[in-house]
């Protein structure tokens, strides 16, 4: 059923900072009522079995909508239902998206901060956008089925859960970062590891010889760059076997 459906500006008679305290007035003319949507206050009141919207959005979310009929607890319902429909598939979204990043950062291919962040926020605003419709679920409990409200309590909780798991992802991420840097001053530790014994060597023999030798062909040369040679070449072989070239 099709329920009269008007789009207007918010109206001086209610107190908006009320509403935004308390979710739902009743007053001699009606219901109001504050639900959020992408962590944003949409308003709107049922009068008289119309339904009076206060924003564009939520007037284009609504006029889709086929009561069961134009009774206050049917619009209600109606509203609720469709809220809760999209919320799932934004949840949904989320979830994919979040398995998605997850993936790469174990996998070492993700490098944008950015990311994370735009994504954190989603999710904090779908929880928001779900926690606020549990409570004016409570609210208006009196006007809805059951299954309504089981419906309304799943949403609650799968945000909550999802908010849960996204705010493991920062540390997830942190780590992977270390870890790469770990690997670098391995990297860094090893060359060094492997050039300090061959630097203390040669010392010795710029100490020990008289004159360094200038013709590499000459058996002096053999006898003071085997030592340094053989000695890169087995710390090199070493580094490789614990892995940390």
Same mark, same amino acid.
């Given at each position: 059923?099709?329920?009269?459906?008007?789009?207007?500006?918010?109206?001086?008679?209610?107190?908006?900072?009320?509403? /935004?305290?308390? &979710?739902?007035?009743?007053?001699?003319?009606?219901?109001?009522?504050? $639900?959020?949507?992408?962590? +944003?206050?949409?308003?709107?009141?049922?009068?008289?079995?119309?339904?009076?919207?206060?924003?564009?959005?939520?007037?284009?979310?609504?006029?889709?909508?086929?009561?069961?009929?134009?009774?206050? @607890?049917?619009?209600?319902?109606?509203?609720?239902?469709?809220?809760?429909?999209? $919320?799932?598939?934004?949840?949904?979204?989320?979830?994919?998206?979040?398995?998605?990043?997850?993936? @790469?950062? +174990?996998?070492?291919?993700?490098?944008?901060?950015?990311?994370?962040?735009?994504?954190?926020?989603?999710?904090? /605003?779908?929880?928001?956008?779900?926690?606020?419709?549990?409570?004016?679920?409570?609210?208006?409990?009196?006007?809805?089925?059951?299954?309504?409200?089981?419906?309304?309590?799943?949403?609650?909780?799968?945000?909550?859960?999802?908010?849960? &798991?996204?705010?493991?992802?920062?540390?997830?991420?942190?780590?992977?970062?270390? @870890?790469?840097? @770990? /690997?670098?001053?391995?990297?860094? +530790?090893?060359?060094?590891?492997?050039?300090?014994?061959?630097?203390?060597?040669?010392?010795?023999?710029?100490? +020990?010889?008289?004159?360094?030798?200038?013709?590499?062909?000459?058996?002096?040369?053999?006898?003071?760059?085997?030592?340094?040679?053989?000695?890169?070449?087995?710390?090199?072989?070493?580094?490789?076997?614990?892995?940390?070239?």
């Amino acid at each position: 059923m099709r329920c009269k459906i008007i789009l207007t500006e918010f109206p001086n008679y209610i107190s908006k900072d009320k509403l /935004n305290v308390y &979710r739902v007035i009743f007053d001699d003319k009606g219901i109001h009522i504050r $639900l959020d949507l992408e962590g +944003t206050p949409q308003y709107f009141s049922i009068i008289d079995s119309n339904l009076i919207v206060y924003s564009k959005k939520l007037y284009e979310i609504l006029k889709g909508i086929d009561f069961d009929s134009c009774e206050l @607890n049917k619009i209600i319902e109606g509203i609720l239902n469709e809220v809760v429909y999209l $919320l799932g598939i934004n949840r949904t979204k989320l979830f994919e998206k979040f398995d998605t990043v997850l993936y @790469n950062i +174990t996998e070492g291919k993700f490098k944008d901060i950015k990311q994370i962040k735009d994504l954190r926020k989603a999710i904090q /605003n779908l929880y928001l956008d779900s926690s606020s419709l549990y409570y004016l679920c409570k609210k208006l409990s009196k006007y809805i089925s059951q299954e309504i409200k089981d419906e309304v309590e799943f949403a609650y909780e799968r945000a909550e859960i999802l908010l849960t &798991r996204s705010s493991d992802i920062y540390n997830i991420y942190l780590t992977e970062v270390q @870890n790469e840097l @770990n /690997n670098i001053i391995k990297k860094l +530790t090893s060359i060094s590891f492997i050039f300090l014994p061959i630097t203390a060597i040669a010392s010795i023999y710029a100490v +020990t010889y008289a004159t360094l030798p200038s013709n590499f062909s000459s058996i002096e040369s053999l006898y003071f760059l085997l030592p340094l040679v053989f000695l890169g070449i087995i710390l090199t072989i070493y580094l490789r076997k614990i892995k940390w070239l």
